[in-house]
C-alpha cells in the first residue's frame, strides 16, 4: 500500500454528497491570471490558478476525490474531521503535493509544512499566512471553547493582487482588524460551532472584503447576513451552495 505525506492510500471512502462536475464555480480575476472558485461543500473549496490547484480542507463527505483534480497544495485549517480527512488527502496527492497544516494535525499523522498562528510561507509563488480561528463565545462546556485559541488556522492566500482570506473554524475575533487588504472572505456561520449572521456581519465590517462568500453554514440563514449588510457599500455578499 502506497503512502502519501505519511498517510496511507485507502481505496474506501464515505459516499460524496455531490458528485464531480456538479458544483458552482465563480471565476475571478487577478494579475497572476484567472482564479477559478469551486465550491465543494460545507468548509471544502477548490481553487485553481496558473494550471495549478489548491484544496482547502478537502473531505470526502463532500466530494468524490477520486474524481477531482490532483492537488498541488493542499491547506488543512485544524483537526476536526469535517476539516482533515487524511483518506481525501491521500487520493487528491502526488508524490509533488505539497501540503500545509496546524500541529495538531501534524501530531496525527499528517507531515507537511506546519503553520502556527501568525506564520507564513510560500509555495509555487502563492504566499500562505497563517491567522489565528478560535471561539470566544461558543462553548463545547463552561471554559471549553468549540476551537480554542492556537489550535487552528484560518489562512491568507494571495494570488497574484488578490488576497484571499479563508477563515477556518472561527468566530469575530479582534485579530480581523489587523488582516490588511482582503479581497475575497471566507466566513463560516455554522451555529453553535462559529458565528451567528450578526457575528459574520461584524467580522465582514472588521474585514471590509470587496467579495464575501458565507460558508461552513449549515443550516443558519444566509438571508440574514445579506440583510444585516446590505447598508455596507463595497462588500458584496455571494451566496454559494456551501452546505
Known amino acids: 500500500m502506497k503512502t502519501f505525506l505519511g498517510l496511507a492510500i485507502c481505496a474506501a471512502m464515505s459516499s460524496p454528497a455531490f458528485a464531480a462536475g456538479t458544483f458552482e464555480t465563480d471565476l475571478l480575476p487577478t494579475s497572476a491570471g484567472e482564479l477559478r472558485i469551486t465550491f465543494i461543500g460545507h468548509a471544502t473549496l477548490m481553487f485553481e490558478i496558473g494550471g495549478k490547484v489548491i484544496h482547502s480542507d478537502p473531505v470526502g463527505q463532500f466530494g468524490d476525490y477520486g474524481k477531482l483534480p490532483k492537488a ?40 507537511g509544512i506546519v503553520l502556527k498562528n501568525g506564520e507564513e510561507t510560500t509555495v509555487d509563488g502563492i504566499r500562505i499566512e497563517a491567522v489565528p480561528a478560535y471561539n470566544i463565545v461558543h462553548m463545547r462546556s463552561p471554559g ?50 462559529t458565528m451567528t449572521p450578526e457575528m459574520a456581519a461584524d467580522a465582514a465590517r472588521m ?37
Open 72 to 111: 498541488d497544495l493542499i491547506l488543512v485549517a485544524h483537526d476536526h474531521s469535517d476539516h482533515f480527512d487524511p483518506k481525501a488527502i491521500a487520493l487528491i496527492g502526488t508524490e509533488k503535493t505539497k501540503l500545509v497544516l496546524t500541529p495538531i494535525c501534524a501530531a496525527k499523522g499528517g507531515r
Open 144 to 193: 471549553m471553547p468549540f476551537h480554542p485559541k492556537g489550535d487552528g488556522n484560518g489562512y491568507i492566500l494571495t494570488f497574484g493582487d488578490k488576497r484571499v482570506y479563508v477563515a477556518g473554524d472561527t468566530e469575530n475575533i479582534p485579530e480581523m482588524k489587523t488582516l490588511g487588504r482582503i479581497d475575497v472572505a471566507f466566513l463560516p456561520m455554522n451555529l453553535p460551532y
Open 207 to 243: 474585514v471590509k472584503p470587496k467579495i464575501l462568500y458565507p460558508y461552513h453554514f449549515g443550516e443558519t440563514d444566509t438571508a440574514k447576513l445579506v440583510s444585516l449588510l446590505k447598508d455596507e457599500k463595497g462588500i458584496e455578499v455571494r451566496i454559494r451552495r456551501m452546505k
